[in-house]
């Protein structure tokens, strides 16, 4: 079975852009997780979703960050505009129920 | 809400040696599920075992075992027979069981982990 797919797996852009990255959780699951992971601040959860609502976006730095999801097998997250401070790698997990998270392999984002 | 806290930020041990990691976790719940996780440098995160908080018996996955002291809130990663591919940050996490919403993980800051020749 395919796991967590992520894309891209590196992005560089310059500051002010904006910025999308992709998630495909793993078929059948029912929640969703990004997260962002940095030397200083670890890893942090952003928002999650049950059933393709988000239930919890606390962790999300500031209005320039977004997260939708459309449907039980594609998420995004979106950063506008985006700044140097939001380089880091990001990860979407996914999971059934109370059934152990699956990550996918990251995107490095770095923000010139 | 729930906190877990891995005191030990960095260990190290020897190929072949045993190596236990801690971790504590504060909750008011009776019902949850504790997780390690692995990230070795190819930033994968990556399952190692789980515990159900109603179980008494320790879960064991191959070299990898728990000491789940439910009272204490103590929930320690003991690896035997290290491996150079053991190398990796280790995380603990709570994820409580329940309720409306689920899956969220809350994770400790992680522990670095690395194995000597």
């Known amino acids: 079975d395919a796991g967590v797919i992520q894309s891209p797996r590196h992005e560089v852009t310059e500051m002010g852009q904006e910025v999308t990255l992709r998630c495909k959780p793993i078929?059948?699951?029912?929640?969703l997780f990004w997260y962002r992971q940095t030397m200083m601040r670890g890893l942090e959860l952003l928002i999650y979703f049950n059933n393709n609502v988000p239930i919890d976006d606390s962790g999300m730095p500031e209005d320039r960050f977004s997260a939708k999801m459309p449907n039980a097998s594609f998420s995004t997250l979106k950063i506008q505009p985006s700044e140097p401070r939001d380089s880091a790698v990001y990860f979407c997990?996914?999971?059934?129920?109370?059934?152990?998270?699956?990550f996918g392999d990251g995107t490095r984002l770095s923000i010139l | 809400a729930q906190t877990v806290t891995q005191s030990q930020p960095e260990m190290s041990v020897q190929e072949a040696e045993t190596v236990t990691l801690s971790c504590t976790y504060d909750t008011s719940e009776n019902n949850y599920y504790l997780f390690w996780y692995k990230q070795p440098p190819s930033r994968q995160m990556i399952l190692v075992i789980r515990q159900e908080a109603y179980k008494q018996q320790n879960a064991t996955e191959n070299r990898f075992s728990v000491n789940f002291q439910k009272a204490a809130k103590s929930f320690s990663l003991k690896i035997s027979d290290s491996q150079l591919g053991d190398t990796a940050m280790y995380f603990c996490?709570?994820?409580?069981?329940?309720?409306?919403?689920?899956?969220?993980?809350?994770f400790g800051q992680g522990t670095i982990l690395t194995v000597h020749p």
């Open positions: 997990a996914s999971s059934l129920y109370w059934e152990p998270q699956h």
């Open positions: 996490a709570f994820m409580k069981s329940g309720g409306t919403s689920y899956g969220k993980l809350t």
């Open positions: 078929s059948g699951h029912n929640s």
